[in-house]
């Protein structure tokens, strides 16, 4: 096994820019337009770094000058790369146009930060080499120089408000070849009092006993590049606590929690913790989460579905017999159900969803047996649905027939 190395910077500039930055508290500043922002020169600039074996790459910068008299400021920064040090048409715009003319000379790293420091993933840095120079397997070079720089940008709602770029910094790069595809769906995951166990848990080892991911929606188009859009979740709510946190479970500074009242519910975006969401009355609430620009509606729902006891999973990986979903509720009624399972490499399992010891109700999709679908709404008496090689966490909901297959973090 490869051993992977994390990258460090040497800081040229003050440490109190950088510490300044990462302190940002000032809510309500009166913005100027900065100048120019310095990123700080790695100390591994004058090496080749070997992406293939690399964990990370630190970068640094200094603060932007965002008010009159330097107050920190919630600024967001963003790494962008280009190989020929021009930064004119971004790789999104590039991506958008479905004729294929316009061309993209730099490409932004999805991962953004809002301190002074960042850890590039290596395989991140890569992917979006290839992305913007769009490499065929046999033509990526054995070296790469790569121009870095930082945009900065003040964000609300969906507006950058006074973006200012970095100095561009030069980087030389081993880069390899991966096969690209579009982005996975954004995830956010519910956890808290009323869900599954109750028990908070943020391991991903209790993801679907703890803590559960929404619901991809299909025939959404989600952003290509970044994976952005709307995830969804229904079902019956008890007035009890809850948050939704992101992939990376354990970072409740970027979740959502309350928004100040019941049936509200606000990205935290890394400021101080306003508790947890709640609903009331109990009943049915539909909630949508847009990642695009981490926003959240809470709407009741005035239904009245059927209620089953239990729902089942069946398949050609056990043979076809019934296996008990997990409750997503701890208690009161429940219509979402969840289940993990793992298809062998190179193998294509197929599934059905079902009331337990009866086939009258049970629930398929797709146009075949066995073709792959990671999501869909389905029907009774569908077709068997394709899971591919993986371990997933498969949700299902009662209501609407909609399943969603989500690749369970390792």
């Not at 991962?111 to 850890?119: G, H």
């Not at 008890?238 to 049936?263: E, Q, R, V």
Request: net charge negative; hydrophobic share 40%.
């Amino acid at each position: 096994m490869k051993n992977k190395l994390l990258l460090g910077v040497l800081l040229i500039s003050a440490v109190g820019a950088f510490t300044g930055c990462s302190d940002d508290n000032d809510s309500n500043p009166t913005l100027i337009q900065p100048k120019e922002f310095k990123l700080n020169t790695p100390a591994y600039v004058n090496e080749t770094v070997d992406l293939s074996t690399t964990e990370a790459l630190q970068l640094s910068w200094s603060q932007p000058q965002y008010t009159a008299d330097n107050a920190p400021i919630n600024a967001v920064y963003e790494v962008q790369l280009s190989l020929t040090n021009s930064f004119t048409v971004p790789y999104a715009e590039a991506l958008a146009d479905e004729s294929g003319a316009t061309v993209a000379d730099y490409i932004a790293i999805d991962k953004t930060s809002t301190t002074c420091v960042t850890d590039v993933a290596a395989v991140d840095f890569n992917k979006a080499l290839v992305q913007l120079a769009q490499w065929s397997e046999d033509a990526v070079p054995a070296q790469q120089a790569v121009s870095v720089r930082v945009n900065a940008f003040v964000q609300e709602g969906t507006n950058r408000l006074n973006a200012v770029a970095s100095n561009v910094v030069t980087i030389n790069v081993n880069p390899y070849y991966v096969e690209l595809r579009d982005a996975d769906p954004i995830m956010f995951y519910l956890i808290g009092d009323i869900f599954g166990d109750g028990g908070w848990s943020t391991s991903n080892d209790m993801i679907g006993v703890s803590t559960f991911p929404l619901f991809i929606q299909s025939g959404y188009s989600y952003d290509k590049a970044t994976g952005a859009g709307e995830i969804v979740y229904l079902n019956y709510f008890t007035t009890g606590g809850w948050k939704m946190n992101p992939s990376d479970l354990g970072n409740w500074d970027y979740g959502f929690m309350s928004g100040g009242s019941a049936n509200t519910a606000v990205f935290r975006n890394g400021g101080g913790d306003a508790g947890n969401i709640s609903c009331n009355p109990a009943g049915y609430y539909l909630v949508t989460v847009n990642t695009a620009d981490n926003t959240c509606v809470i709407a009741p729902q005035d239904i009245t579905p059927t209620v089953y006891d239990q729902i089942c999973i069946t398949g050609s990986f056990n043979e076809w017999v019934d296996d008990n979903m997990t409750s997503v509720n701890k208690e009161g009624e429940n219509h979402v159900w969840c289940y993990e399972l793992t298809v062998a490499e190179d193998a294509v399992e197929q599934i059905k969803f079902k009331i337990p010891a009866s086939w009258d109700t049970n629930w398929g999709y797709g146009a075949e047996d066995g073709e792959v679908n990671t999501c869909g709404k389905a029907t009774n008496g569908g077709k068997n649905i394709g899971v591919p090689a993986g371990t997933w966490i498969i949700m299902f909901n009662d209501i609407t027939g909609e399943f969603s297959i989500i690749a369970k973090q390792i």
